[in-house]
Nanobody, 116 residues
Framework: QVQLVESGGGLVQNGGSLRLSCAASGIIFNINAMSWYRQAPGKQRELVATITSGGSTSYADSVKGRFTISNNNAKNTVYLQMNSLKPEDTAVYYC??????????WGQGTQVTVSS
């Protein structure tokens, strides 16, 4: 069973930066999109950013201009560069790989905490 392993979370001050990484433990074929989601305490999980197999990217309005998603398809890895972090960005961040056959893979989550 292929797993997604995330890294890069932690505690950062308001205005700081973090870079999250998510790598698959094995080969996943026919990925059509890689995404990052986040879930804050007491809130629903929300989509933060997506990158498609063709390289198109999209972002939640709340992170546009501050976060950048990128990937390395050869390594089945996706990244999330987060700049100008705010306390409201505090959440558990999850990566997701969506395969063309409709299968979703999820990471275990990594905590990001932004202090004010």
């Amino acid at each position: 069973q292929v797993q997604l392993v995330e890294s890069g979370g932690g505690l950062v001050q308001n205005g700081g930066s973090l870079r999250l990484s998510c790598a698959a433990s094995g080969i996943i074929f026919n990925i059509n999109a890689m995404s990052w989601y986040r879930q804050a305490p007491g809130k629903q999980r929300e989509l933060v950013a997506t990158i498609t197999s063709g390289g198109s990217t999209s972002y939640a309005d709340s992170v546009k201009g501050r976060f950048t998603i990128s990937n390395n398809n050869a390594k089945n890895t996706v990244y999330l560069q987060m700049n100008s972090l705010k306390p409201e960005d505090t959440a558990v961040y999850y990566c997701n790989f969506h395969a063309v056959i409709g299968v979703n893979y999820w990471g275990q989550g990594t905590q990001v905490t932004v202090s004010s």
